[in-house]
């Protein structure tokens, strides 16, 4: 399958930048693999999930398609990162 194949049809708009976007750019916005959206944005378009099936790895496939964390998951994992980064006689 030609990866590239539907890299022309367009998403009307796009809920995380607000305009339209088309899949050649989603297929790889996350890092060089498709955005964890991509399966409910481009549904009504064209079998999407074949098209991840045929192209992506299973791994792959969990890696992309987990849920972003939120800000709040986000934020707690910074100030546990920065928690874990203090020297010990400061703790
Ligand atoms: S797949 Fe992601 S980047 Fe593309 S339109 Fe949907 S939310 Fe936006």
Excluded: K, N
Aim: contains cysteine; aromatic residues 10%.
């Amino acid at each position: 399958m030609d990866i590239t194949q539907h890299d022309a049809v367009t998403h009307f708009w796009c809920p995380q930048l607000g305009q339209t976007l088309h899949f050649g750019y989603c297929r790889q916005a996350r890092d060089g693999l498709p955005c964890p959206r991509v399966v409910a944005c481009f549904s009504p378009h064209f079998d999407v999930e074949a098209f991840l099936a045929q192209c992506y790895t299973a791994e792959e496939r969990e890696r992309f398609l987990a849920p972003v964390p939120g800000r709040l998951e986000r934020l707690g994992q910074a100030l546990a990162a920065a928690g874990r980064a203090q020297p010990e006689d400061e703790a």
